[in-house]
């Protein structure tokens, strides 16, 4: 049996998660063969499918929920989703025993021996009535129908027993607002598949995620008991083994790219599905990776990938892009400044004095964009050494590799530095170039 690298593994994620090149595919296409985009909060659908699109209109995919083609709902794990409204007809009834599984562990106790079925009916009767409301006003609702006496456990109940949908303006790009609900049904107008395939649901995971254990399907999913389901398909299935000896089953027309292949630095949103669809997620998390100290207080923190593992996390404040890198970079650079290319395939040179606060001059290189995040030193300051763990103020201008020329805006502030001194060392420049 062909045993498949660490490496071979995640070039093979990225390529079915369309982050080894940016498509020119549709929007609902993409949204579909993802599965699904994870929606806790409105910007990760966003983020997500800018690294993996072409030119991509955050205001498409806000249309896709105002026109309801698109729907947010409780899915997978239990958790929002962005989805077509095909699949969310499909996927919710397959996966609602595991958003009942969830509910009764956090709130079972509390319930006080409310009867689901009455719950959900009594769920439709109000939101008929008076919706869309929120998960607390049907909370209280049916509390005064005398439905449980726990307003919280009852409000989220709602959302589990019945396929509830966020409406908008929540998750709409711009706009925002509390969470509002109605059923799928009313705000799409059609019904729930009867019997919807488990056998297609794995088939789509492998097309989006593969290869894959039994135990990966069944962690994205948060299904149990899928073994049956994958021996039923394996005449259909490629399998492997990977480095510690695992059956892996795969799609035999599935991309599996050379392991060499570059990966190019990508920003995702926050609980990105490519980091949450397997149970071993070595194939694109550092086993050690520090989930607590790259958090932000009080800030919503996304992660970047780089030479397709999570090296980062980053978070936009007040308009300002700020990284938090995990481990030092390389000696060369670190601590001084340095112009990151992504998407370069030498560094972007930019001129800058330590003391300026004027535009960088850019030089563009020449020859086509490959995808290998390069770090060159510029202009040294003569500050301390910022050290890792500090945030320091950098100032860049960005440049569009493909039309050459620059494209963000003049010289930013990025970050206020923690440290007055470190401010001068690194003060030099960086620029940024997109390209794939």
Partial sequence: MTVLSRRALNRALLARQLLLERVGTPVPDVVEHLLGLQAQATPPPYYGLWSRLDRFDAHELGSMLTDRTAVRLTLMRGTVHLVTVRDALFLRPLVQVVIERGHNGAFGRRMGGADPAVLAAATREE???????SARELGKRLVARGIGGDVEAIGNATRVHAPLVQVPPRGVWGAGGHARYATLEDWT????????????????????????TVMDIQNWSGLTKLKAV??????????????????????????RPDPATPA??????????????????SRIIPPDFPWGGMLAHGRFVNNLLVDGMLRATWWLDDGVLSIRPWRDRPRRGRGRGAAAAVGARRPLRARSTVSGMSKPEVTIPEGSPSYQLELDDLTVGDGDEAVAGKIVEVHYVGVAGRRGRSSTPPTTAARRSSSPSARARSSAAGTRAWSG
Avoid: C, I, M, Q
């Fill in 230 to 255: 994958v021996e039923r398909l394996r005449p259909r299935l490629a399998t492997f083994a990977d480095e510690d000896g695992k059956e892996l089953f795969d799609l035999p027309d599935a991309p």
């Fill in 264 to 281: 190019p630095v990508r920003l995702l949103g926050e609980y990105d599905n490519v980091l949450l669809g397997h149970a071993d997620r």
């Fill in 127 to 133: 939101l008929a009535a008076d919706g869309p409301l």
């Fill in 189 to 212: 107008g059609r019904e729930l598949e009867p019997d919807p395939s488990p056998d297609e649901l794995v088939l789509r995971y492998l097309r989006g995620f593969g290869p894959a």
